[in-house]
């Protein structure tokens, strides 16, 4: 071949090389961007402050300011007053709403707003005697208004929205009364129904993911290194090692779903275990990360120089002193790189989870203490999933900001791997 | 090594304690995600208002959810199972295999199914179940509306309707094909040329075409809406509630001159809707907590009354609720199906 050939296969070569390596960067920027512009709006929310006085004869009828007695008032009684109380803060701010229908008005604030005025009245009865202010959120169409996602034009065909609401929110908006910010609501508060997007949050699903990431941690990390020292350092090589090793790099390749379809049967049916807890997550994503794991552990203790080894056991040192006290740490960031890369992967898997039932609705939040992993929860990427399918559109930008929570999760997770990699490794 | 005893007795723990952890505190459900909306809708206002904890609400589709109740009895089978359509005799078989006799059928009101279009995408106003007959039917070789019915727009047709998993393929090739099928007059030819076998000549109507001019959509509406995004031309078949809450993107067709609204589904004038169900374990009824007064709950007229919150998402109440409400007061089981 001659020269120029030669330099022109190299040239196509590279060209070939960089067209691949911007198609990737393409696409990437490209889900950054659709990710980045649905989802940021998901940390805003609109809210509006109220000032209430609470109608006593209403909310406490035998008037002895007992939460027990006054629990018989219902969400649906208090969504009567909070109307009411709408009423008295517009008037008091010179906003006219003689315009607006009455389930209009009941419909600027969020259906959330009941509990929580109820759950703060049946906290301290003795709000019913006092003026205080209170922040509830706005709906989530009037939220949506101040997002770009509901136009005054759109809002005339939306059966859920009217102009006239809209114009009424810039009014309260210009008065004061409502205002659109940060909304941290988002990261600790649970998931909510279809009727209230404004309320969902990523709570439960944190605390479950947190859980599951624990368990695996626990879990896999010990069994994952105690495997790989084994079958490097004592193991004797043998047809029944390969076999191990064959089974292990197999089971790195195999789906996520069966490892939920082992874990239903084995784990909830045979062991008993509850359903829908983290746990049962934890134990799943366990078995799909180990062989992770070993491969990376068994890689970076392959690595270390035998000479390492052989100087120990030259000073005397027994074979587990010199596996545990020279091989172990030398190889320890490598164990941790694959770790932290195969905890990143538990916590971005959903397939498992669907068949030990932790795809669901979950409002309650698992408690902090050890029995927390008995109890139901969600877990990160469940929780997206979920709200992808609800009908309502604000949906949307709560999943696409539950997908930057994840990303942030997992370009942490990993750039927590690289440095770690960076400044430990040692060149022999 | 300090780390290494620590996970040690983590591990510990945990064996220890998975011993005693099978009692439970809420309410479980599962089944349908046509009826998923409104279970949590109720399940929440239940939490709220009770001092039992909010009730766990699985989705997963109505067959699964009823195979899931027909487990077993015990605290880690479910209580509810969740259905877009009526519990069948190899369930209910299933179930008393396994031990449950009793179960109690409580219908919680109605779903209407509509056929929508983007709004950009006129000329889908009015339909008939013959239309969509026409033009989704395997005997069919119209490529445009036009072939079907002059008098539809010049638009091709692209039909995104629900995949043979839902609930709600089966109210479609009920309501909409057979219907169209006998208003087409083909029927009665099926009829015949099957010797006059009934259930042959119905099969033959639900067939569907295979060209890629009908798509089943096995995963939610949001997909079909995404669907139609890509395909202006293109109908789609929604629930009540989820066009409802996209009325500014979607309009739904009339069915033979009816605009679907909760009243005249209510009413029985549109043809298209179907009940939804829930299936609760007697067993469960004085062992869970919570669980009598959820389902009490759930059909009050609070919530499922024409007034209530499942209204206002897009269920169409059911004008025999206090019927409902009797029977699950008295914990009446479901007697033979017809």
Known sequence: MSLKARQSKEKRFQFAGLAAISIGLLCLVMLFASVLS?????????????????????????GNRNPQEMKKVSTIGYTKVITEQLKLNLTKAGLEFDQLSKKELKNMISKEAPAQVRYA????????????????????????????????KSAELDVMVSPKQLELADQMKRAGILETRFNGRFFYWPDASDLRPEAAGLGVALLGSFYMVLIVLVLAVPLAVCTAIFLEEFAPKNRFTDLIEINISNLAAVPSIVFGIL??????????????????????????????????ARASIKAVPPSIKAAALGLGASKVQAVFHHVLPSAAPGILTGTIIGLAQALGETAPLLLIGMVAFVRE??????????????????????????????????????????????ITMNLLAIVLRKRFERRW | MSFVKYSIGAVAAVAVSAGFASARDNVHAAGSSTVLPYATIVAEAFGENFDFPTPLIESGGSGAGRKKLCEGVGANTTDIANSSSRIKQSDIDNCAANGIDEIMEVRIGYDGIVFASRLETTGFEDLTPMHIYLAASDKSSAT???????????????????GTKHGTREVFEKKVMLAGCKAAGSYDLFFDQNGGDKKKAEKECYKVRTDGRSVDIDGDYTETLARLASNPNGIGVFGLSFLLNNTDTIYAAKINGV?????????????????????????????????????????????????????????????????????????????PLD
């Open chain 1, 365 to 410: 939040y698992p408690s902090l203490s050890p029995e927390g992993i008995f109890e139901p929860a969600t877990a990160l990427p469940v929780q997206l999933y979920n709200w992808t399918v609800r009908g309502d559109p604000a949906f949307v930008e709560r999943a696409s900001g539950a997908i930057i929570v994840l990303l942030v999760f997992m």
């Open chain 1, 263 to 296: 874990g239903l049967s084995l784990f909830i049916n045979f062991m008993d275990l509850p359903q829908s807890a983290p746990i049962v997550g934890g134990l799943c994503l366990t078995l799909m990360t180990l062989p992770t794991v070993i491969i990376a």
């Open chain 1, 38 to 62: 649905a989802g940021l709006p998901a940390f805003q929310q609109t809210f509006i402050k109220l000032t209430f006085n609470l109608p006593a004869d209403k909310l406490d009828k035998s």
């Open chain 2, 259 to 335: 605009v679907a609204s909760t009243e005249t589904i209510a009413s029985g004038v549109y043809p298209v809707s179907r009940p939804l169900y829930f299936y609760v374990k007697n067993a469960h009824l004085d062992v869970i907590p919570g669980l009598q007064e959820y389902i009490e709950f759930f059909v009050s007229d609070d919530i499922a009354g024409p007034d209530g919150p499942l209204a206002e998402y897009g269920l169409v109440s059911d004008p025999e609720l206090a019927a409902t409400q009797d029977m699950v007061a008295n914990r009446v089981p479901i007697g």
């Open chain 1, 121 to 152: 009245v049946l906290e301290d009865p003795s709000l019913l005697d006092r003026e205080f202010e209170m922040v509830l959120l706005a709906n989530g169409r009037i939220d949506g208004y101040y997002k770009g996602r509901v136009t005054k």
């Open chain 2, 144 to 162: 445009n509306w036009k072939d079907v019915d002059p008098n539809m727009p010049d638009r091709e047709i692209m039909l995104f309707i629900p």
